[in-house]
Structure formats: C-alpha cells, structure tokens
C-alpha cells in the first residue's frame, strides 16, 4: 500500500531531471539507474551513497530543500536546585 502511495524517482524526474551516470550501479546489490527509476525503490544500504545526488536532487523537487531546517535547540533547564544530596 505504501509502495502505490510512494511517487516513483521517475514520475519526480518528468518535472525536474533527476541526473546521475546511466550505467551507474550499485557495488552491493548491482541496482542500476534504470531500476530505481523504474521501480522508485532503493535496493540496499549503499544505495543511498550510489544513488546519492539523485536522492538529493528527488528531495529539492518534493520538497523544495536539500535539508530540513528546525528551529534552533535550547537547553533543557535543569530540574535540580542544587540542594539535593545524593
């Protein structure tokens, strides 16, 4: 159900090229460029640095950036007064 839900690297590149090597392949699992199009899906763990400026380039035309930006962090503040002994 997630798979029909997923959009396809190849329905992103009809809007946008999605570039990478046609004969690239991945070392691990052998996936081709041709392959993740077809199927939209990564084969393995090594595919995501094979692969990688296609994912970079797929992540801009969905959503517009490269990272996601989150409000800086503050720390938390303590929950100890000082006065107690352990």
Do not use: W
Not at 47 to 62: R, S
Not at 74 to 83: A, D, H, I, Q, Y
């Amino acid at each position: 159900m997630l798979q029909s839900a997923t959009p396809a690297v190849s329905s992103i590149s009809k809007n946008s090229p999605v570039t990478a090597p046609p004969d690239a392949a991945c070392p691990r699992c052998g996936l081709t460029h041709a392959e993740l199009n077809q199927h939209g899906q990564m084969g393995c763990a090594a595919c995501y640095q094979t692969f990688e400026e296609v994912v970079v380039q797929a992540t801009v035309a969905l959503h517009g950036a490269k990272l996601a930006e989150a409000p800086p962090l503050t720390p938390p503040r303590s929950v100890f007064t000082g006065t107690e002994r352990g």
